[in-house]
């Protein structure tokens, strides 16, 4: 009985040691606990399919707003961004940012959105995001996930997948 007690006030104090390290990100990156508000652009497509940015950049939004992360959105600023062919992109979403008064702009690419072409036709993902200050365009965070679903996985279920996984590790 001692072992199992010993062994539960060590996954307690891990857990406790998690939050507090949490918390200690959170404090480290938006200045106090619960003042960022991010800014979601439309992510760039480096892919074949022409659906694969917005089908992430949505998937991204919902993940975050889950987690109960603040996002500076509206369908005007949106569009306003979507302009492919926009000159400066970068300092058009920070623009954007500052005009919803967000503090953050949360950048993505998609550079793998497919079905394989091997014998199992498994989905494919890949995307890479970067969280910018927007108040001087300092890169904070940046990071890449990829997955590859199995069986009768769908490509949505990757991606969202692996949007969670890279949702879950900005420190917030």
Same mark, same amino acid.
């Given at each position: 009985?001692?072992?199992?007690?010993?062994? /539960?006030?060590?996954?307690?104090?891990?857990?406790?040691?998690?939050?507090?390290?949490?918390?200690? !990100?959170?404090?480290?990156?938006?200045?106090?606990?619960?003042?960022?508000?991010?800014?979601?652009?439309?992510?760039?497509?480096?892919?074949?399919?022409?659906?694969?940015?917005?089908?992430?950049?949505?998937?991204?939004?919902?993940?975050?707003?889950?987690?109960? /992360?603040?996002?500076?959105?509206?369908?005007?600023?949106?569009?306003?961004?979507?302009?492919?062919?926009?000159?400066?992109?970068?300092?058009?979403?920070?623009?954007?940012?500052?005009?919803?008064?967000?503090?953050?702009?949360?950048?993505?690419?998609?550079?793998?959105?497919?079905?394989?072409?091997?014998?199992?036709?498994?989905?494919?993902?890949?995307?890479?995001?970067?969280?910018?200050?927007?108040?001087?365009?300092?890169?904070?965070?940046?990071?890449?996930?990829?997955?590859?679903?199995?069986?009768?996985?769908?490509?949505?279920?990757?991606?969202?997948? !692996? /949007?969670?996984?890279?949702?879950?590790? /900005?420190?917030?």
């Amino acid at each position: 009985m001692a072992k199992f007690n010993a062994f /539960i006030a060590l996954v307690l104090l891990g857990a406790l040691a998690g939050c507090a390290s949490f918390s200690n !990100s959170l404090s480290r990156t938006t200045g106090e606990a619960g003042a960022m508000r991010l800014f979601v652009p439309p992510f760039f497509n480096a892919t074949g399919d022409e659906h694969a940015g917005r089908a992430l950049t949505e998937l991204t939004v919902t993940a975050l707003l889950h987690r109960g /992360i603040p996002v500076a959105q509206t369908e005007a600023a949106l569009a306003k961004t979507r302009v492919e062919d926009a000159p400066d992109k970068p300092t058009l979403f920070l623009e954007t940012a500052k005009s919803l008064e967000a503090t953050h702009l949360l950048v993505g690419t998609v550079h793998e959105y497919r079905y394989k072409t091997d014998l199992d036709g498994n989905p494919a993902v890949g995307v890479t995001l970067r969280l910018v200050d927007a108040t001087d365009g300092r890169t904070v965070w940046q990071d890449s996930e990829s997955g590859v679903g199995m069986l009768a996985a769908s490509l949505s279920s990757v991606a969202q997948r !692996s /949007i969670r996984k890279l949702v879950n590790k /900005i420190p917030f």
